[in-house]
């Protein structure tokens, strides 16, 4: 199967329009249900895949978010890459609402009700995660987001809280003393699947306003909010488009392609037949 590219939407992206020869497809997984049905179509003759992440119109809170089966399916449907839209808060005053960062570092700051790998359960595999995400396709999006016309920031830490509750001040304050850059709720439980999935990912994180730390951050009116995520969702569109022929000239496998060699720590013999089953699409090479 040739490579294809996934989406993943975050708030206010919910559907890519100008995709041609659409088909929807629910997936079974052996880690429970997608937050929706994949939609596949054409972008300029480049096959996209898209999962909207918390459902269309909204419907999961981000612990609620089933990531693994969300990765695996994208991995089941033949994608080797996935561009990765969040909206996010920014924790520095030079990123305004509106503007782009490509992020290259995350802060975890989940809790342990979120499933977060998937190698558990008799299996156990140890994978590098220094660079959190695909450096190839991390450039890719700075090229394509520069293009776009977007405020873009070249890199940037994205902390990645549990919610659905934002920060508090003191937090806020915490985040931006360790130099992080911006916060959300989603991305780094995704990079991390991705990465064991040995897919290629990378994040576009859209600033819709600065968080609590900020002084006359009260102020700011939902509506206010709104309309910098419609215009961020009009941004990162372009983006997407833009980005596709980029990837699609890529020569070669995508770069994470064999992220798993040589992270399987479990003899195989000793890997229950369950596991084998539900992980071979991913490291039956290996085993």
């Known amino acids: 199967m040739t490579t294809r590219i996934g989406v993943i939407g975050g708030s206010g992206l919910y559907e890519i329009e100008g995709l041609t020869d659409i088909r929807e497809y629910r997936i079974d997984t052996p880690f429970g249900d997608p937050s929706d049905t994949y939609v596949i179509g054409r972008l300029g003759g480049i096959e996209l895949v898209f999962l909207p992440r918390h459902g269309r119109g909204h419907r999961l809170n981000p612990s609620e978010v089933n990531y693994r089966a969300n990765i695996y399916g994208m991995k089941k449907l033949g994608v080797g890459w996935i561009v990765s839209i969040s909206a996010v808060g920014s924790l520095r005053e030079d990123i305004a609402p509106g503007h782009m960062v490509i992020i290259d570092q995350f802060i975890d700051r989940t809790k ?131 980005v596709a022929p980029l990837i699609a000239a890529h020569e070669g496998p995508p770069p994470m392609h064999q992220a798993m060699k040589g992270a399987i720590m479990t003899a195989p013999h000793l890997i229950p037949a369950e596991r084998r089953a539900a992980l071979d699409l991913i490291i039956g090479k290996y085993l």
Request: hydrophobic share 45%; proline share 2%; net charge negative.
């Open 112 to 242: 342990s009700q979120r499933a977060v790998t998937f190698y558990e359960q008799g299996i156990v595999a140890h994978i590098a995660f220094g660079d959190p995400v695909c450096g190839v396709l991390r450039g890719y999006l700075v090229q394509a987001a520069q293009a776009a016309g977007a405020v873009t920031h070249d890199g940037g830490v994205y902390v990645c809280m549990e919610g659905p509750q934002f920060s508090t001040r003191a937090e806020s304050n915490l985040y931006r003393s360790w130099g992080a850059h911006v916060i959300g709720m989603t991305n780094l439980t995704e990079a991390k699947l991705a990465r064991e999935a040995e897919i290629s990912y990378a994040t576009v994180a859209m600033s819709t306003d600065y968080d609590c730390w900020h002084e006359g951050h009260d102020d700011v009116t939902v509506e206010a909010v709104v309309a910098v995520i419609k215009a961020n969702v009009a941004r990162a569109k372009a983006i997407i488009a833009g």
